[in-house]
């Protein structure tokens, strides 16, 4: 059986001091050994050079790391030519999405993740280990249940070697949805992605706009903590352990953090666990 995996999720840092920061975040969590860490990319390609640069630091300093890319309403050459760049360098992880349109472009029409996944694999064989998008509570603009099931299907075909999830807080939807999977002839792996709870209100914000579920219990416990950031913190890692506990009983073969460019929450959570 694949040993059980932890990959750390970070965005890029505007600033200078926000990289030096993240860099020692990096090197606390790499003692965990995680598989990989991935560096978001901004929707429309806003953070191209961003997130290009810093995949590149990590991987100078010995790092397994997968840039995101996310096509979009993109160039195909400059789509084409990023990931060149990252071949040359050795750069052998990718997560693979189609994104959203940044506000204000308009309509266009967006490359779904399944033709980016043909298009990666058409143009460098193997060299990737592609990871895509999964959604058990389903991503927001699907047609329905088991077509967003069916697309999921499509990224595999298209040579997609795992899956990362949405974030969640019912362990059911996960199971639940990897039922489905299987159903609908899915294999691969199908890691459930980690959001440690930190911010009220950023989280309630996001969770809106993604279609992740906040169950409405604890969307009021929550809400009682009101400045209280300790005791949000305490109780926030203390449900989101409970959750991991349940899907690695329940088989989930690793766990991908969205760390938010922070260490404290994701150890805090592995050490309950023993993985830390
Ligand atoms: P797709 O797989 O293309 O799916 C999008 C929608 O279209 C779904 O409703 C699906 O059912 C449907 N669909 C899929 N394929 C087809 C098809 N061929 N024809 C018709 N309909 C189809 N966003 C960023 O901007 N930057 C990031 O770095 C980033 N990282 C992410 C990491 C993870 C692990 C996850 C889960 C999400 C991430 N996102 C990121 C968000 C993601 O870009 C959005 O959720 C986006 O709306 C969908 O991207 P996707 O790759 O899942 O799209």
Known sequence: MAEFSLSFEFFPPKTEEGRARLAA??????????????????????????TRDLVLEFHRAGHPVAPHLSFGGDDEEAVRELLATYRQAGVRHLVALRGDLPSGMGPRRLVHANELVARVRAWFGDHFHIKVAAYPEIHPEAEGYRRDVHWLAEKFRAGADCALTQYFYNADAYFYFLDECARAGIERPIYPGIMPIANYASLVRFSEKCGAEIPRWLRWRLADFGDDEAGLFAFGVEVVSRLCERLRAGGAPGFHFYTLNRAEASLAILGNLGLA
């Open 25 to 50: 975040v990096r090197d606390r969590l790499a003692r965990l050994r995680p598989a990989f860490f991935s560096i978001t990319y901004g929707a429309g390609g806003s953070t191209r050079a961003h």
